[in-house]
């Protein structure tokens, strides 16, 4: 019988509770022993709740508890988070997170702890959900060199463009709608603002690269100014905005970007509506491989976190490997990545043609809009500076 | 540094080879340890190969090295591969092999050998080539229980039904284009008969349930007797024609069924199309998920059997948990699904509706065309009866 404390009773942890419950029979079997949730590490009180006897109000009870093996931490932020994860380790328990403000911040430091120990920090629900993605990147993708990885990381994010596009609302609507719904949070700034998306692909970067990328350096753009208007274009050119964030390989740096995109049907991307999130890969060697699937929501990010802690069962004394050293990854310039450019301007068209010269024009009704050809970030900017009545411009692909 | 041995020098085998002389840093980086292959097995010679000094035409220089860590194979076929992969994992040696044919017939035996010596058996590039599928489902997929896996996990019929739908051939030139392409073998009919796609997905569902489908008790229907007229009327009803394996669980039983569909572009699977393969997986908790990539060619595939290799090295003196048992799980009968189904008849509307009712037709020039309601597969084939002109039956999803 494996003994596992869970940090916080919310959304995911009750959710982890709930999957052990339900699907104990098979866990079991998979894992090789059970597993047996005996500590609830939360604030409030739970009256009437099935584990209420599990529920503990301070941390120090799980810390010194030799039975516990394993501590799964669904809290959420930054703090306590990472005090509870290090006294965890160093008490020699094993670690399983989806926490991926956590894991941008701690990473490097948490494994390499874990490691020391030959023990285990394990966080597949970070990134994705309850898509697979950090294991086959850590275990799968082994013989590849990785030369983009592009997803769509937040399904907030993803259900509002995809809202907007099927309703042509505006913005702020569609958030009050996904806010009704529990789709976006009371604050939205992290998912609509895109940091949420700018931690998960620096975790997955610094997994490519096995260097930690500081998801600061990351330039990031959010959905907020996307209008009713700019949807109205994509739909017209065949396309659907969606916010995206890549990392690309550029000699030997990688390059990121966190950014709205216009995406072509082409794009494996451009199907992924809704809250589902999906992660494509491309290996010199494997070529193109997509990872799509719920990327948020109780029972799916659970699941994730449930399948870490039977891997963690399954190598109680040893680490699984896991390349993401403390030393920094520096980024190159985003600008180095070649787009074409959909732009919205006040100008005229006469004005459009002297800076970037010959364009596709999509309208110039009462503002001009057009499609740059491809071109660098660096060109961009330049030709730019010629539009003083510039709008808006998305970058395409 | 590892030594292995590599077993046929076809597509996959000198793809495994390039692999690891391209990536050759990555790879060492992620094994920790420099991978190098001692010999590669073949009848032919190879002159002027730069790996002609590593040649050898007797399996037994190989069993008996006791450099030798992991044995590759890359030759398909049941025999010889059986043997050389009893007789490498009896030597003490791990084994990684890309031929379902081995795998589908011995894989419970080869696994619980390898097994019971600490050894590890793997088989990544099976099923789905150059896509991550086997190690997800083994360690990612584990808190659920799966309750449908569907996959195009065969490209040369992919090709070929994409072919089909946007050139409007008949299905011989789009075989003889195939080959030609060499997309298809000379002898194509493990592929267009679905036979390929069985052996799959009867090893995929053999590591969901944790015992051993005879992949001859799956129902099997290939594509051969698609034509040129079934597409047509396909695209009308703004679907696609596709080769589909299909796995369901069914109380404590499995279903399992390899046949064409009409893909409605609801389907996660309707835009897969070429050479790609995917595979989609409902879990009870995770939800859909879908895997997606390059299911065969020569480096994708090779990626994926390095994969393996980096695996091995990093779990040398442990064996990763595969469950799959020689216990033998019946399947149940796959005529418990239900469908609609797309008909083509000489017989009447008349006919059509004193046999299955109230039906949406869909042509009534020189034949008749309808679609049924859902029903299972008994009711279909009852209702069936009521047709002596029946052309053809396409399952619908």
Request: glycine share 8%; hydrophobic share 40%.
């Amino acid at each position: 019988m494996i003994k596992i404390a869970v940090l916080g009773y919310g959304t995911i942890g009750s959710g982890v509770v709930e999957v052990l419950e339900k699907n104990r029979g098979i866990i079991t079997r998979r894992a090789g022993e059970e597993i047996s949730v005996k500590y609830i590490l939360d604030l409030r009180e739970f009256p009437g709740d099935p584990y209420e006897d599990r529920i503990v109000h301070d941390y120090e009870i799980i810390r010194s508890d030799p039975e516990i093996m394993i501590v799964v931490e669904a809290m959420g932020g930054e703090e306590p988070a990472h005090t509870f994860a290090r006294n965890a380790i160093l008490a020699g328990k094993h670690f399983a997170t989806s926490n991926k403000a956590l894991i941008a911040k701690y990473g490097p430091e948490l494994i390499a702890l874990a490691q020391e120990r030959s023990l285990n920090c394990l966080f597949e629900a970070s990134v994705g959900g309850g898509i697979p993605i950090i294991r086959p990147l850590n275990s799968c993708l082994t013989a590849d060199v990785i030369e983009e990885i592009s997803g769509i990381l937040n399904g907030t994010t993803n259900y509002m463009m995809t809202e907007m596009t099927e309703e042509g609302s505006e913005f702020v609507e569609v958030l009050k709608d996904a806010q009704a719904k529990g789709f976006a949070e009371a604050d939205p700034t992290a998912d609509i603002e895109g940091y949420d998306a700018c931690r998960k692909i620096a975790i997955l970067t610094s997994l490519i690269c096995g260097k930690t990328v500081d998801y600061e350096d990351i330039p990031t753009e959010g959905i907020s100014n996307i209008t009713a208007t700019d949807i109205k274009y994509a739909t017209a050119l065949g396309r659907k905005i969606k916010l995206i964030a890549s990392s690309f390989k550029v000699g030997d740096k990688y390059c990121a970007l966190v950014a709205p995109f216009l995406l072509a049907p082409s794009s494996p991307l451009h199907g992924v509506d809704g809250v589902f999130n999906a992660i494509f890969v491309k290996g010199n060697m494997l070529g193109d491989a997509m990872f799509y699937g719920s990327g948020a929501g109780k029972l799916p990010t659970a699941s994730a976190v449930v399948a870490d802690v039977v891997d963690i069962v399954r190598h109680k004394n040893v680490s699984i490997t896991l390349q993401w050293t403390a030393e920094k990854m520096e980024l190159a310039d985003c600008r180095c990545l070649k787009y074409q450019y959909f732009v919205r301007t006040a100008d005229s068209a006469k004005t459009v043609e002297e800076a970037f010269g010959p364009v596709t024009f999509v309208s110039s009704e009462g503002e001009t809009a057009f499609i740059t050809p491809v071109m660098d970030g660096y060109e961009f900017e330049a030709r730019s500076a010629g539009l003083p009545g510039i709008i808006k411009s998305i970058r395409m692909r």
